[in-house]
């Protein structure tokens, strides 16, 4: 048993000692973390046993966090550019460092000038999920607010997934995680849980254990498919269709828990005499790809369960139908009472950020005038197109749009632009660091003070530095200190510590925090917020709307996906996340990468042989947007007519000279303006 230490780095340990953190980065299960410390240095990180939920069990990525930490590639001084933009890390020899002073000096002075001649829409700040602290993550809001800089709509992640589950279920909060242990029928719909969820896995194999039965519906057989007992591969797009097939089919085979939807639902009489005669099963199977026989299998089970739990992911919703596909998932266990059932229902994710008043973090009211808003996906056009004004500054911090973002091609256009000022603060020189005139140094979560949500799990938990910060960097809250001083904000907001700011927000009453153990969480444990009591279905009606008639569609219905419209090349391209790495973070650490067993696309092997390639040769993926070499791998965990390329490699390790991301476009999602990551078609040639 290890006993952690109280408090925070003190700077006077000389013998090893554990101190208590958080996992920082973007995944639904927050982990606890003890860290052993060694002459002011990370050595290891382990699973905190105390964690209500990870329960000291960490993932892959993160057991060798310490690696990251103290990477001899972290960025230790601030850099000015002397070489052209974007050679990268190879030509780092392209930057000079400098004192934090004359960086920040720098800065202040290009953005008054840009400011006086274009106005300051003309700047704009880019971030999402590189730290997920709820103060570190938001550092930038107040500080853009207060410039009159244009807003970032932050939608590159799953914004239709909430529009979809909002436009049924309103405001209705998610069972606890472990609720699936109660389930006799649990579905792992479009979740990679293997990579993405490990934790809630426990749960999904104890309801195993109790005699559940698991499905996994995907698009290819992911590594979750080892814990289930069936396997149901659709067509990229078609969950809508098959959701509706299977509602159909309950219909006819009177499977349905009319009680429950005569109390407390909305509009499926609507639904059953309007849409889903149009969804018989031969229909469905064509449009999904899964055999008849499946379908009506599939469906008798549904039916028969007694609380069928649906884990729903969120790739998904990364398409042109996407919000639709999750209305309509969102809308099935209705039909059977699911939601009114211990065990049963779906799942979508959870929010402990509500417990939380974050307009004292963000500061809306800091903005003089609502400013434009750019849509984060579109950064390629926002780049090379946007007017009135041009983007003239970009500052991007905790995010690496050069290969996260969509269409890479069009933002490493933009990036290039000699004309475009941009900053990056960051931890290492990534893609987008290697585009920038100025880079700040950025502190690691063991390095910073934060209080932490889970959009997993129902757990909170406060950190505070375990060790010094390495070299000059600095946390996101302490740069934007120094940039609201140099541009002479006076307002005592900016000139708090993030300690002061978490002080605040904790003593503001919340009904979550009434009756949490304050105790607990200042000693950096995790608490767990009570589940809210289910009182009725948070929807203006009170009932589920399965009818939503403030929907431009009143009735979900199937809308083919961008890529099934255009049918223009034969392969639809899953990004998929790896198991080894989280969106383009963790590819600092060799051996992760290596585990990875380098970039790579999966064909099934009658697609490759079509194409007379095989496995281990090189090959270039292309459709109208890009070009993007990858070493192949044949695979019969992949349908034909589907490649995958899991994880969002570096430039710096690709095998030519673009990543995934230069096959995505920048289209968005029918609903939330979201990314539209897996709603793309490619073909494939050998590489040349
Ligand atoms: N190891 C690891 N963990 C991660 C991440 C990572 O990159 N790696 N990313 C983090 C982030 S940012 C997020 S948002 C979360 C969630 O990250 P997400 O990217 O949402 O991952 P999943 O929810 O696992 O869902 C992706 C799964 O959806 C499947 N899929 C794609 N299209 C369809 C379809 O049309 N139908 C069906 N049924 N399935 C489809 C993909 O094949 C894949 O298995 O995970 C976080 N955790
Ligand atoms: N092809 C494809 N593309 C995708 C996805 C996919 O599945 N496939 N997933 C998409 C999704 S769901 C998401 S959420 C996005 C995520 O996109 P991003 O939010 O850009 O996430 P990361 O790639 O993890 O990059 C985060 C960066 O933040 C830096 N960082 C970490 N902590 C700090 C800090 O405290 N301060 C500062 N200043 N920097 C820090 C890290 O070093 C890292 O380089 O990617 C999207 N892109
Ligand atoms: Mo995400």
Redesign the pocket.
């Given at each position: 048993m290890v006993h952690p230490a109280q408090g925070a780095y003190t700077g006077r340990e000389h013998s090893a000692i554990i101190r208590r953190s958080v996992c920082?980065y973007?995944c639904p299960d927050a982990c606890g973390l003890l860290v052993e410390v060694e002459g002011g240095r990370a050595v290891r990180a382990s699973g905190d046993p105390e964690h209500p939920f990870t329960r000291g069990f960490l993932c892959p990525k993160m057991r060798h966090y310490e690696r990251t930490v103290h990477s001899p590639q972290r960025l230790t001084t601030p850099l000015v550019r002397t070489g052209p933009k974007g050679s990268g890390p190879k030509g780092s020899g392209n930057f000079r460092p400098v004192s934090w002073e004359e960086a920040i000096g720098l800065i202040a002075g290009r953005w008054r000038q840009i400011i006086e001649r274009h106005g300051a829409e003309a700047i704009l700040p880019y971030s999402?999920?590189?730290?997920m602290g709820l103060i570190?993550r938001n550092a930038g809001h107040p500080f853009f607010h207060r410039l009159g800089a244009s807003r970032l709509e932050r939608t590159?992640?799953?914004p239709a997934k909430k529009a979809g589950w909002k436009a049924v279920m309103g405001n209705t909060r998610a069972p606890h995680p472990d609720e699936v242990m109660r389930s006799d029928l649990v579905i792992l719909w479009g979740i990679n849980a293997a990579a993405t969820s490990i934790h809630f896995l426990r749960g999904v194999r104890e309801a195993k254990k109790r005699g559940a039965k698991v499905w996994l519906i995907d698009t290819y057989r992911t590594p979750t498919a080892a814990v289930a007992d069936e396997i149901f591969l659709v067509r990229p797009g078609s969950d809508g269709a098959l959701t509706l097939g299977l509602m159909h089919l309950l219909a006819r085979d009177g499977r349905l828990d009319e009680n429950f939807l005569k109390e407390r639902v909305q509009g499926f009489e609507e639904l059953r005499q309007r849409i889903l005669p149009d969804y018989p099963p031969e229909k469905v199977s064509a449009l999904t790809g899964l055999p008849v026989t499946a379908l009506e299998a599939m469906a008798a089970a549904y039916g028969a369960a007694r609380a069928p739990f649906i884990r729903l992911g969120?790739g998904l919703s990364r398409y042109g139908n996407g919000a639709m596909t999750v209305r309509t998932i969102a809308s099935l266990p209705a039909l059977v009472g699911a939601y009114g059932k211990p065990g049963g229902g779906c799942f979508c994710g959870t929010s402990t950020s509500a417990a939380f008043a974050l307009s004292e973090v963000t500061r809306e009211d800091f903005m003089a005038r609502p400013t434009r808003l750019v849509n984060m996906n579109l950064l390629g056009q926002a780049l090379t197109k946007l007017e009135g004004p041009p983007v003239h500054a970009l500052y991007v911090?905790?995010?690496?749009?050069a290969v996260?973002?969509p269409d890479q091609n069009a933002v490493l256009r933009g990036l290039e632009r000699e004309d475009l000022f941009t900053v990056v603060?960051?931890?290492?020189l990534?893609d987008t660091a290697s585009y920038a005139d100025v880079v700040l140094p950025?502190?690691?979560?063991l390095e910073?003070s934060d209080l932490y949500n889970s959009y997993g799990t129902y757990c909170i938990q406060r950190a505070r530095p375990v060790i010094p910060l390495v070299g000059q960097s600095k946390?996101?809250w302490d740069t934007f200190a120094l940039l609201a001083k140099a541009m002479g904000f006076t307002e005592p907001f900016f000139s708090q510590s993030a300690d002061d700011l978490i002080d605040r927000l904790l003593a503001i009453p919340s009904p979550w925090l009434e009756h949490i153990n304050t105790a607990l969480l200042a000693d950096g444990r995790t608490v767990e917020l009570p589940v809210p009591a289910a009182e009725g279905f948070g929807t203006p009606s009170g009932r589920i709307e399965i009818l939503n008639t403030a929907e431009s569609e009143p009735l979900p219905r199937y809308i083919p996906s961008y890529a099934a419209q255009e049918d223009l090349l034969p392969l639809r391209l899953m990004?998929?996340?790896s198991l080894f790495s989280?969106?383009?973070?963790f590819y600092e650490q060799t051996d992760l990468r290596k585990r990875q067993g380098g970039m790579r696309l999966l064909l099934h092997p009658e697609e490759a042989k079509i194409r007379a390639l095989s496995g281990g040769q090189m090959v270039t993926a292309f459709n109208s947007l890009g070009e993007v070499n990858f070493l192949l791998e044949t695979s019969e965990r992949v349908p034909p007519g589907v490649a995958v390329a899991e994880g969002?490699w570096w430039l710096e390790h690709a095998p030519g000279l673009r990543t995934?991301?230069a096959l995505?476009s920048q289209r968005l999602t029918d609903r939330g303006g979201g990314?539209t990551?897996y709603d793309n078609a490619i073909d494939v040639r050998p590489a040349s």
């Open positions: 920082p973007d999402y999920a590189g730290t570190q590159i992640c799953s969120s911090y905790h995010s690496n749009p996260v973002a603060h960051e931890r290492f990534t950025a502190a690691s979560s910073t946390s996101n990004t998929a996340p989280l969106n383009s973070t969002v995934v991301n995505t990314s990551f």
